[in-house]
């Protein structure tokens, strides 16, 4: 049998009509593409003059089916800047093959995306972490991948990307930096931190054996979701610049009442909503493109407003 029989991706071209079926029905061209994590789909409200679709009318899209998780592609422009924002992202756990949770990254690339931003809701490991915290990702442990789960896997084409992509740069740095020097003009330093996610296949939440073992392997923060995202993102070059929201906090005792469950996640993404919705607008504001094609005329530099 030809490898190709076994990938579940599409190809090159599907990718190509389905980016062309969008751009025919919308004028704005997005240099960055946005992807809201569980129950932090209000950045896409943020987008003025949106140009919305559901996932179900979008040609080869798989449909949302998590709580928390609209199931939107939406246009728009943030802070005068054109950004394309998924209200709602796809998950392993529903069941969905790797390569179509990750197929919108490629269309993402498709339609001009240079730069991405992912939000994720994550458990804290990190002892010094509180919930409320945002994590910005400076790195990644990708245990699907360890058991060869990888979206990547499969007939390489070359128009993404190279077979054997580097990932010590999967996070950009200035991207982070910037996300810190934002924070710390909007107020928020005491409650950002930079830290290692760990993707896990979920949906079941994390035993606290664990938990215990994945602190102790380097991660800060457990989650079931971005990773994969990021890979397919860096394979076709687009620069990568993620946060996690901790919305819980991982159980590492023995001895605790704490469980974790969606609800917890999903308020504790209502909480602090409007500060990550700062954060991400006035970081579009800044992001500098090399064929940036906004108006700028039009930008909101009040990092206040949003
Ligand atoms: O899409 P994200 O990673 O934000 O969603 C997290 C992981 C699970 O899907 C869910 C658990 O509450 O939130
Ligand atoms: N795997 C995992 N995902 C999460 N998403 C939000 N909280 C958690 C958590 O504690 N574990």
């Not at 990750?102 to 994720?120: A, H, S």
């Not at 054997?164 to 934002?182: E, G, H, I, N, T």
Request: some cysteine; charged content about 20%; proline content about 3%.
């Amino acid at each position: 049998m030809h490898p190709e029989e076994g990938n579940a991706g599409y190809s090159y071209e599907e990718c190509r009509a389905t980016a062309d079926w969008l751009l025919a029905q919308v004028d704005i061209r997005p240099l960055v593409g946005i992807v809201c994590g569980s129950g932090l789909g209000g950045l896409a409200e943020m987008l003025k003059d949106q140009v919305a679709f559901n996932y179900k009318d979008i040609p080869s899209f798989p449909q949302s089916t998590v709580h928390g998780h609209a199931g939107r592609l939406v246009f728009g422009t943030l802070k005068g800047r054109a950004c394309v924002c998924m209200q709602g992202r796809f998950h392993l756990y529903e069941g969905y093959p790797i390569q179509k949770i990750t197929l919108p990254m490629r269309i993402f690339k498709l339609l001009g995306v240079e730069t991405v931003i992912l939000t994720n809701a994550a458990g804290g490991l990190n002892q010094d972490y509180r919930v409320g915290d945002i994590m910005i990702l400076k790195d990644h442990l990708n245990m699907p991948g360890f058991a060869g789960n990888n979206p990547l896997a499969g007939l390489n084409d070359e128009r993404f990307g190279v077979r054997f992509p580097c990932m010590s740069d999967a996070y950009d740095r200035d991207l982070q930096q910037l996300a810190f020097d934002v924070g710390a003009e909007l107020g928020y330093s005491d409650f950002l931190r930079k830290g290692v996610y760990c993707v896990l296949g979920g949906p079941s939440f994390e035993t606290i054996a664990e938990c215990r073992m994945l602190h102790t392997l380097g991660a800060d923060a457990v989650g079931m979701s971005t990773v994969h995202e990021v890979l397919v993102a860096r394979h076709c070059g687009m620069r990568c610049f993620a946060l996690s929201l901790i919305t819980n906090q991982a159980v590492m005792d023995y001895e605790s009442e704490e469980k974790a469950n969606h609800e917890e996640v999903l308020e504790t993404g209502k909480l602090r909503a409007e500060q990550l919705e700062r954060l991400v607008s006035n970081m579009v504001l800044r992001i500098q493109h090399n064929n940036n094609n906004n108006n700028n005329e039009d930008d909101d530099n009040d990092i206040n407003s949003y």
